[in-house]
């Protein structure tokens, strides 16, 4: 009889699990509305770019609304009448600007439609996350998840195809997800890493959708956007088109050639904007004084800059006010190019620091754009050895780019004696020795990381760059005293992301990819669960904080995407605690302890002089399991364990500090407290 009430508490306390793993699957709404097939070619950037209309709109609305005011959430409204008509009616307007535009202007997001995922799941499951319903962490999943769900997006499609120069958005081939909630608008270099969180939770069929998405924009414009917004159209993003192809063709069993079909003339497309004979390259002479081809910036597009970018109107138009009129234009140009890297405002592009006027990106051969080519070519010749009918294959030209790229950025951006890749100024004609999270952005390919010798040359020079905090692998070692750039000490996730692919290559950085990794999710997590936000940028000093360029928007997409990616795919442990990196047992060993504890409680509950005993030893085993758990913590997660003496501290904290944290959730350690309130339960 025993053994059968065991065998029944044990099925019983099994349900809770059962429901989390299984799932529930949405009910799909009716399928969307026709896509607008009218517009051959993607209308021209009318009423949000020219910039006197701006000039006389967006400083009185900053006036008058003062906080939290942005130019992007006014370029993202549609007008309710002709771009002429309000253009002529606003000249006379001096005051109460906010009442005429919401007069002739629909609010932000009226321009799309929430839509439903095929695909989506309510609940998913992630290797390195328990599968408990009732825990902060399974939670913290969960909702990250349903961000997919709430940032689906349609455009209004039949308003576009009427009135396309009333908008704004661009029509998409798909559905869309919103890089950020309060974006409304879909980001280029953001979709490979909103992607990576896709593949994680099975949503493949999504993930396509994006990829045709990004295939008809190229279509339509002749290459990827920024973004799907007019405003956009001037300029791209960084080549990661063919590494989004192969996450999800690899994902789905390397068999679905009919994508690689699709996709393949939006490759070259690319390739050729950056590459090719029109394209950004430029000729720089290596150490070995072999003159090679390598990749800039500094592109020209079917669209030409004639003055600060919308989405950024007031702030570029006061970062030019210091300079004469003949150089403006040329300034704004070099902000659109500093977005398009994907890095936007940062001191990387400047001579001196902080001086934006010094800004020098047109002459800076970066390391990392020369990586995404190299990862394009290979990529390429990859699909062609498996699919050679490929419009874009011949013969063993995608595998001779990509050696020639190789071979260019080791004799021209790779120092052998600091062991790290730097950006080159063609100007100078020199090295720009500055530590840059990009300068190890070599490792994500097959020759950064060739020889143990030469990855643990590298992880060094990384570990003592100065780059490195309690919280991650910030992305300049500079510091700002400006506010919104990529400088020391914030964390861009996805460039993050992308070192952290590089070093779990090899057996070498996995150790410092590994604690990097757990660092920076620790600071996500004590984020969300303190203000509910998923930053921009994350502070590598002061785990839980961060900051985003737009102040209003609490979610930005890449940053859940990316924490769903690591904890399916990396070997990082997360316990039902809250704890990291500890091992499984240390999260199992207090849940048997508590079963085995009810159990005990309910055969022998009638015994008086057994229950006294019994009480006993449940402190014994709630302190044992309390010593173990912080062995386990403290021991496993400790970087002297595996760098000793040579892990670096970062600028203003030890990395070691990350260690002293408490437990965030949970009933915490103190095994004592545990057993002194079960001995004031008294008799059952």
Request: charged content about 15%; some cysteine; hydrophobic content about 40%.
């Amino acid at each position: 009889q025993k053994m059968y009430c065991l065998g029944f508490v044990v099925l019983l306390s099994l349900c809770p699990y059962a429901t989390s793993i299984l799932g529930h699957r949405n009910t799909p709404d009716p399928k969307p509305p026709p896509m607008c097939t009218n517009i051959t070619r993607y209308p021209s950037c009318d009423i949000f770019c020219d910039p006197t209309f701006l000039t006389q709109v967006l400083p009185l609305l900053q006036k008058e609304q003062k906080t939290e005011f942005s130019s992007y959430d006014f370029v993202i409204r549609a007008a309710k009448d002709d771009p002429s008509v309000i253009k002529q009616l606003v000249q006379p307007v001096t005051k109460d600007m906010s009442t005429f535009v919401d007069h002739f202007f629909w609010s932000s997001g009226t321009d799309v439609l929430n839509t439903t995922l095929p695909d989506y799941y309510r609940h998913i499951k992630l290797a390195s996350v328990p599968d408990l319903s009732d825990t902060q962490i399974y939670v913290w999943v969960q909702q990250m998840h349903n961000k997919y769900e709430e940032l689906s997006f349609l455009p209004i499609n039949d308003a576009l195809c009427f009135h396309p120069h009333r908008y704004s958005i661009v029509p998409q081939k798909h559905m869309f997800i919103s890089s950020g909630f309060g974006l409304f608008t879909p980001l280029y270099f953001d979709s490979l890493f909103i992607t990576m969180g896709l593949l994680a939770a099975n949503m493949t069929q999504t993930a396509e959708m994006l990829v045709h998405n990004l295939v008809f924009m190229s279509e339509q414009s002749g290459f990827i956007p920024f973004g799907a917004r007019t405003f956009f159209l001037d300029r791209s993003g960084p080549p990661i088109l063919s590494d989004i192809v192969r996450l999800i063709f690899e994902e789905e069993g390397s068999k679905n050639f009919d994508l690689l079909q699709a996709t393949a003339s939006a490759i070259y497309r690319e390739w050729n904007l950056y590459a090719g004979v029109n394209g950004s390259a430029t000729s720089v002479t290596g150490r070995n004084s072999v003159t090679y081809q390598l990749s800039t910036w500094n592109l020209t597009l079917n669209h030409v800059a004639t003055g600060p970018r919308p989405e950024e109107y007031l702030d570029d138009l006061q970062l030019a006010n210091s300079l004469p009129l003949d150089k403006r234009l040329p300034f704004y140009k070099q902000l659109r190019m500093m977005a398009q890297s994907g890095w936007g405002m940062s001191n990387r592009w400047l001579n001196v620091v902080d001086d934006f006027s010094t800004v020098n990106i047109e002459h800076i051969i970066p390391v990392d754009l020369n990586v995404y080519l190299w990862r394009l070519e290979s990529n390429v010749a990859y699909f062609c050895e498996l699919a050679p009918n490929l419009p874009i294959c011949v013969k063993e030209k995608w595998p001779q780019l990509a050696k020639q790229r190789q071979e260019a950025i080791e004799n021209v951006l790779y120092s052998a004696a600091d062991c790290q890749w730097y950006d080159y100024d063609t100007a100078s004609q020199q090295q720009r020795k500055t530590s840059y999270i990009s300068n190890f952005f070599p490792l994500w390919t097959s020759f950064g990381n060739d020889t143990a010798d030469r990855t643990n040359c590298v992880t060094k020079a990384l570990a003592n760059s100065g780059l490195l905090g309690p919280s991650g692998a910030a992305a300049t070692a500079t510091k700002s005293n400006r506010a919104n750039t990529l400088d020391y000490p914030y964390i861009h996730p996805g460039l993050q992301m992308i070192l952290l692919h590089g070093l779990n290559s090899t057996k070498e950085g996995r150790k410092i990819g590994n604690v990097l990794g757990e660092r920076w999710l620790l600071s996500a997590f004590q984020a969300w669960n303190v203000s509910d936000r998923y930053y921009q940028f994350y502070n590598t000093d002061v785990q839980g904080s961060g900051m985003t360029v737009l102040p209003y928007i609490k979610t930005w997409t890449y940053t859940p995407s990316i924490i769903l990616h690591m904890l399916g795919n990396f070997p990082l442990r997360i316990d039902t605690y809250g704890h990291l990196n500890e091992p499984a047992v240390a999260t199992v060993f207090p849940l048997l302890a508590t079963g085995t504890i009810v159990l005990l409680s309910f055969f022998l509950w009638k015994d008086r002089q057994k229950k006294i005993a019994f009480k006993k030893k449940v402190g014994t085993v709630f302190a044992t399991t309390a010593s173990f758990s912080q062995l386990s913590q403290s021991g496993h997660f400790s970087p002297e364990a595996i760098w000793g003496k040579e892990f670096p501290a970062s600028n203003n904290n030890s990395i070691n500090d990350a260690n002293e944290q408490q437990p965030l959730l949970g009933p915490g350690s103190n095994g004592l407290k545990e057993k002194k309130r079960i001995d004031e339960l008294g008799d059952p």
